[in-house]
T-cell receptor, first 112, second 113 residues
Framework: EADIYQTPRYLVIGTGKKITLECSQT?????MYWYQQDPGMELHLIHY???????EKGDLSSESTVSRIRTEHFPLTLESARPSHTSQYLC???????????FGSGTQLSVL | AQSVAQPEDQVNVAEGNPLTVKCTYS??????LFWYVQYPNRGLQFLLK??????LVKGSYGFEAEFNKSQTSFHLKKPSALVSDSALYFC???????????FGAGTRLTVKP
């Protein structure tokens, strides 16, 4: 299991709140990813980073933003949460080359 | 861009029977193929991968997968299913040129006693 940590594990908030989902990894991986997944459904890549100060949008349009100021940290921010943002958010990282992605346990977000 | 297809949303098998979860892929170059498993309310766990070499890849928990280049497939198999194998299974692919990984829609495996 990869050493990748996501907090909080569960989050219930009201509409309009600003939230940040945390993701950290201790392996020094340059590549990090955020996926969005509805319960029991497919994963959609929403953001990725190949290193410090590098961020890209993924396939699925998302109103979230990310930053990569430190190698080990890749937080995801929603400026104004809405019920449509209710989902599970999975963070992952991988070593150089075509290595295996390791996943965190996810953050289950519910916006009321 | 690379993509994968998992043609079955659901696979049901009886405990002790062999299981197969299907996956086909599309890439522009040599594929790097992966299988992950997801238990309820958890992240994804790596099962096995194919990068190069033998077409039959063995992974965790007794699972194996067969790479078939002519059919562009990478089906997951297990000779004897366990009830504890019940979970959501994802196939994923990277190609030679792209660094990001694409996942299939997932197949829910249910193993009944």
């Amino acid at each position: 299991e990869a050493d990748i940590y996501q907090t909080p594990r569960y989050l219930v908030i009201g509409t309009g709140k600003k939230i940040t989902l945390e993701c950290s990894q201790t392996m020094g991986h340059d590549k990090m990813y955020w996926y969005q997944q509805d319960p029991g459904m497919e994963l959609h890549l929403i953001h990725y980073s190949y290193g410090v100060n590098s961020t890209e949008k993924g396939d699925l349009s998302s109103e979230s933003t990310v930053s990569r100021i430190r190698t080990e940290h890749f937080p995801l921010t929603l400026e104004s949460a809405r019920p449509s943002h209710t989902s599970q958010y999975l963070c992952a990282s991988s070593p150089p080359g075509r290595g295996v992605l390791g996943f965190g346990s996810g953050t289950q977000l519910s916006v009321l | 861009a690379q993509s994968v297809a998992q043609p079955e949303d659901q696979v049901n098998v009886a405990e002790g029977n062999p299981l197969t979860v299907k996956c086909t892929y599309s890439v522009s170059g040599n594929p790097y193929l992966f299988w992950y498993v997801q238990y309820p309310n958890r992240g994804l766990q790596f099962l096995l991968k194919y990068i190069t070499g033998d077409n039959l890849v063995k992974g965790s928990y007794g699972f194996e997968a067969e790479f078939n280049k002519s059919q562009t497939s990478f089906h997951l198999k297990k000779p004897s299913a366990l009830v504890s194998d019940s979970a959501l299974y994802f196939c994923a692919v990277r190609d030679y040129n792209n660094n990001d990984m694409r996942f299939g829609a997932g197949t829910r495996l249910t193993v009944k006693p």
